[in-house]
């Protein structure tokens, strides 16, 4: 019986079998593996797709049409910091990466070349800007022509598993949002890692790269002194006291409520102040209902103020999007009967 029967029979919506999801996770592999990797496109692409997919796809086995201007949007979102010159005391240069074998990628020359003519702090500040349209129209060009052109040529050959191309826009298959949802984090993890490892060992990159390694960091993360800035201004907006335990203190750290590791991007609603002592406890794991209510009801009341917040620091800002996110991580959490963390030593349950 194939999954589409099983489903009507059962009377729910339909959902890939596990058989097709494991093959989907084998093409993945093979994608990763045999694939022409001549710039950090492809990986781009799969990150793009991936979080695309948390914010617009439903738990089913629906197709998904996504424009190249929304995936180009994710793109100069993940360019933009590594635009900039990446600095290091030990190193004979400095100098903005390379993101391919030859001259350098046309998508990081585009974002330099907007960001030298206009004094934009980030995408987000940018997004209503004239400007900003024309670099959104160029890059989805690029993309279209590239990595979505060449992304399911693999050993030589074509898989065309993920999706269909349009004029301006792709169509996900049936099956492949809902296995992009499902395996996010470790198709995140996959790409992430191996577009760090790209950048590593392109020779071009030695002298700016020198001995420090926060690579990954500098690629992927929000700063610190950007982290420094949103602390400061949670303290306004929330008082001094920890989200979790409600401790007063000033002694208070940028959380992510739902953690980087497991959506490893960076959303004004996602941070909240943590005490050193909860943020460390808390660590990786997902919180237990009660915040995840808490954060919630927090998030909606005081969305304008969080909103104005990322539009001055220059970090992402949408309520819908970082809910919709929250639905999915505790959606994929509960569904692995997974526990969700209450304070230091003692977990819970993450459903309703
Ligand atoms: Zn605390």
């Not at 797709?49 to 049409?65: H, Q």
């Not at 909606?300 to 309520?319: C, M, Y």
């Not at 919709?324 to 230091?344: C, D, E, L, R």
Request: proline fraction near 3%.
């Amino acid at each position: 019986m194939d999954y589409s029967q099983q489903g009507k029979i059962l009377g729910m919506s339909k959902i890939p079998s596990a058989e097709d999801q494991l093959e989907f996770l084998t093409k993945i592999q093979r994608l990763f593996n045999e694939s022409d990797f001549s710039s950090t496109y492809k990986y781009a692409l799969l990150i793009s797709l991936a979080d695309l997919v948390i914010e617009l796809g439903k738990d089913d086995d629906s197709e998904l049409e996504l424009t190249n201007r929304q995936i180009a949007e994710r793109f100069i979102e993940l360019y933009w910091q590594q635009s900039s010159p990446y600095k290091t005391s030990k190193a004979i240069d400095s100098g903005v990466l390379y993101q391919n074998h030859g001259t350098q990628a046309a998508i990081i020359r585009a974002i330099q070349a907007f960001r030298d003519e206009n004094s934009f702090n980030s995408p987000n500040a940018a997004k209503h800007s004239k400007e900003y349209k024309k670099l959104v129209t160029a890059v989805a060009g690029t993309v279209a022509k590239q990595p979505i052109n060449y992304l399911q040529n693999v050993g030589g050959g074509a898989l065309p598993f993920l999706y269909e191309r349009n004029t301006s826009s792709i169509t996900l298959k049936i099956g492949v949002a809902y296995c992009l949802r499902r395996f996010q984090p470790l198709v995140q993890q996959l790409a992430r890692s191996r577009w760090t490892d790209y950048i590593k060992k392109n020779a071009k990159n030695m002298p700016i790269l020198g001995e420090k390694d926060d690579l990954n960091s500098f690629l992927f993360e929000t700063s610190r002194k950007t982290l420094a800035l949103v602390c400061k201004e949670l303290k306004v907006l929330y008082g001094c006291k920890c989200f979790y335990c409600n401790k007063a203190t000033t002694e208070l750290e940028v959380d992510h409520f739902i953690p980087f590791s497991l959506y490893p991007r960076d959303l004004m609603h996602n941070f909240v102040l943590a005490c050193p002592s909860c943020n460390r406890s808390k660590s990786d794991s997902l919180a237990a209902r009660i915040h995840l209510d808490k954060w919630t009801k927090s998030v909606k009341k005081n969305d304008e103020a969080v909103k104005q917040i990322g539009e001055v620091i220059g970090i992402a800002t949408n309520l819908e999007t970082s809910l919709s996110i929250a639905q999915w991580s505790y959606g994929t959490a509960s569904g692995g009967h997974a526990n969700g963390w209450v304070k230091t030593g003692q977990y819970g349950g993450l459903k309703k």
